[in-house]
């Protein structure tokens, strides 16, 4: 029979009256022993009144996790998700969770304690009740602690974990973050997921949003998300998981991870430094390989148009003085025109009639010890005289499926593509085929950009019933995976290099380097140049150690009227040869046309460009030495190449807030100029630490203070560390290339 409206509500409060009691009897029985501790391992695993904390007994005094004031470290939800793509090209989502049951107070009533394990058990209770948790922690290293939480609830498929934070504690890491290093105060999503255009700057991103399906994006989207996170005192935690999941950093005295699973696992890491507990992740997530000696070489130049125009251009490099590591050609498969400009066709073969003696085009590069990259990702046109690959794809069953067993067909700007499905076996074994046989094999490529892999959709269709919501995340992983076994089965793994802009936690166990997206042509720190610093810095600290940029942004906007194309967003002579001097900094000096190459300024547009442009890859090309050395760090130990300051500077709050500024290792500190107009820039010294302008050998900055210094165009601001052992190798060879 039912009950009545007033018999129902005398049931729940009573319900919630016997939970609340049961409740405090299990926390009057949770509070026994605080003071008590127990080794897991090397860790520490120390009784409190609310709770628990976690130390290591290489620094006793420092917590490395805790519980909350209030003790409520795990909460418990039921919820169902609404997941919706959308943005021009398809790869954003909208997520609507609706929560129907939370359980969000937690009793401590039992501790088991093993050889290098122990388990936390108890209950959540909330207004349906109260379920049981267990919390089993396992040293697997001297340096990870592996957690895993679940519950004895029916149907739970949310986990919050909880932990003490100070105010003053800074979050560094969760990938290639792209707006803010310091994460501080925001909730951060982990979802791959296109960057958008415009990511929040006022009126374009409104615009972008308005004509492109919502594709202007956030500052907290990003292609390459990571789970993990180092702070500022020192502690550092990563989920294992590859469902969705946030960080909500705004609570004064706690912070919170949410994932979208019923069971959450992760590890909490020790290290003594910054660089340590990078080690540390990448014991897991993956260290980059040595990049080959041929990258050291000097720049690697977009170029396109067939092959008198990359003759044309390519002669215009050498008349210059530009040495050169490599022309990257990205129309190699064909050029198509659509409403975002010119596109590729993604039938993944060479296209002779654009490209005729390909071949003599590579062996003049390989003469000059430069090489040849092209372009491909893990779509595939249908479009008909270029869907070759497609149809082979579709016969075969290794297209992501709609519900019906069709194509799942994804929309780029007007056209759409076929997505292949890595969770085939068979898929994987055909595509690294195509990459064997076409791209080096016919092709000759000694490398490519391997783009895309945010979009495969929460509603697909996957091979043995995979599930996306897993898979989503985990799909850059397996792209650029494929790609990695592809050179090594062709025998090349030692000369041939790809670059991902998707990435996950372990990508960086395949990919061989990464690229921060599509930045605007601008200037801002929504999507612009200074975008690509942070996300520099940001992806270095979660293992993304080769990182790079395109030189001079992609991204333009133009307006068409009255028969006329009037740039709205197109880089000038000045962000160019500000960006070229960036580059010379990073992993690789990579240029880029952009996506309309005719509104934007070229290294031959102008003269100043061209001699920019070989300065800078001679800058680059002279670092070479001292670079591979950092690189050789990032192959052993996941060092960054591109470091915060942070990561060598830990006793100095100041360098917490630092977004523009960086180190190249430990020896040469870059303040680039990101703004036009700027030839003196103010620059922050850190802590014991005493500098030189590189340019001038000038001493420059008193420690721990800010100083303003020279900055013009031509000899950014950067400086040498005294008493760097690198010293004399940098000095020199930068001399050998004539710039210093």
Not at 110 to 119: E, H, K, L, S, T
Not at 455 to 477: C, I, Q, S, T
Not at 506 to 532: N, R
Request: aromatic residues 12%; charged residues 20%; contains cysteine.
């Amino acid at each position: 029979m039912a009950l009545g409206r007033r018999e129902f509500l005398t049931t729940a409060a009573s319900a919630v009256a016997a939970a609340t009691l049961e409740q405090k009897k299990a926390a009057a029985q949770s509070a026994a022993s605080p003071g008590e501790r127990h080794s897991i391992g090397q860790f520490i695993f120390d009784r409190t009144a609310n709770g628990f904390r976690l130390l290591h007994s290489g620094s006793p005094d420092r917590v490395l996790w805790e519980s909350p004031p209030d003790g409520n470290f795990i909460i418990a939800e039921k919820a169902t998700a609404d997941i919706a793509a959308f943005g021009t090209p398809e790869g954003s989502y909208r997520i609507k969770d609706a929560v129907t049951a939370i359980f969000d107070r937690a009793s401590v009533e039992a501790i088991d304690f093993a050889p290098n394990r122990a388990r936390v058990a108890g209950r959540l209770f909330g207004k349906p009740g109260a379920i049981g948790y267990q919390l089993n922690f396992e040293a697997v290293s001297p340096s990870h602690l592996r957690f895993v939480i679940s519950t004895k609830g029916d149907a739970i498929n949310r986990l919050r974990l909880r932990a003490a934070s100070a105010a003053d504690e800074a979050f560094f890491g969760f990938g290639e973050q792209l707006t803010y290093f310091n994460q501080k105060g925001k909730v951060v999503p982990i979802l791959v997921q296109e960057h958008g255009v415009g990511r929040g700057r006022p009126v374009l991103t409104q615009l972008i949003d308005m004509f492109a399906d919502g594709g202007g994006g956030n500052p907290y989207v990003t292609e390459a998300p990571a789970p993990h996170f180092i702070s500022s005192h020192l502690r550092s935690l990563f989920l294992e998981n590859t469902q969705y999941s946030a960080f909500d950093l705004r609570g004064a005295r706690h912070f919170e991870i949410k994932v979208w699973s019923g069971t959450m696992t992760g590890r909490i890491l020790y290290g003594k430094t910054p660089l340590d507990l990078i080690e540390s992740y990448t014991d897991y997530s993956g260290r980059m390989r040595a990049l080959p000696d041929w990258v050291h070489n000097g720049a690697i130049v977009c170029v396109q148009g067939g092959t008198a125009v990359v003759r044309s251009k390519l002669a215009a490099l050498r008349e210059a003085g530009v040495p050169l590591a490599g022309l990257w050609v990205q129309d190699w498969s064909g050029a198509r025109v659509t409403s975002a400009g010119t596109q590729l066709w993604w039938d993944w073969r060479l296209d002779e009639s654009h490209y005729p003696q390909w071949r003599e085009l590579i062996t003049d590069l390989q003469n000059s010890g430069a090489r040849m990259l092209i372009y491909i990702n893990p779509f595939l046109s249908n479009a008909a005289g270029h869907d070759m690959l497609f149809k082979q794809a579709a016969a075969n069953g290794y297209l992501v499926k709609k519900a019906d067993g069709t194509p799942y067909l994804i929309k780029n700007t007007d056209f759409f593509a076929g997505l292949i499905d890595l969770a085939n076996p068979g898929t994987r074994s055909w595509i690294k085929t195509i990459i064997k046989n076409e791209l080096i094999g016919k092709a000759g490529a000694c490398g490519w950009m391997a783009d895309f892999g945010e979009a495969l959709p929460f509603d697909g269709k996957l091979y043995g019933d995979a599930k996306p919501a897993e898979w989503h995340n985990r799909y850059p992983v397996e792209w650029a995976e494929v790609n990695r076994e592809a050179i090594e089965e062709a025998g090349r793994g030692d000369d041939v290099v790809f670059f991902n802009r998707s990435g996950f936690s372990q990508s960086p166990k395949f990919s061989t380097l990464f690229w921060l997206g599509d930045q605007m042509q601008t200037w801002d720190e929504y999507d612009g140049i200074k975008s690509a610093v942070v996300g520099l810095l940001s992806g270095g600290v979660s293992g993304f150690s080769l990182l790079h940029g395109d030189a001079g942004g992609y991204v333009t906007l133009s307006l068409h009227l009255a028969g006329r194309k009037i740039p709205l967003v197109a880089r000038n002579d000045e962000l160019f040869q500000r960006w070229m001097e960036l580059a010379a900094f990073t992993s690789v000096f990579r240029t880029h046309e952009g996506l309309d190459p005719t509104i934007a300024a070229q290294f031959d547009s102008a003269p100043a460009n061209a001699a920019h442009l070989a300065r800078f890859a001679k800058v680059y090309k002279g670092l070479a030495a001292y670079r591979k050395h950092l690189i050789a760090d990032a192959a052993e130990r996941g060092y960054p190449v591109v470091r915060h300051l942070f990561l060598h500077y830990p006793d100095d709050p100041k360098t917490h807030a630092l977004r523009y500024q960086f180190l190249l290792g430990p020896d040469l500190m870059v303040a680039p100029a990101l703004d036009p107009g700027v030839d003196t820039l103010d620059v922050y010294f850190p802590l014991r630490s005493e500098w030189t302008d590189l340019w001038s050998g000038a001493d420059r900055g008193k420690a721990g203070s800010w100083n303003r210094v020279p900055a013009p165009l031509s000899k950014p601001a950067v400086f040498l560390r005294k008493g760097a052992a690198s010293a004399e190798a940098i000095r020199g060879g930068l001399k050998g290339v004539g710039v210093l």
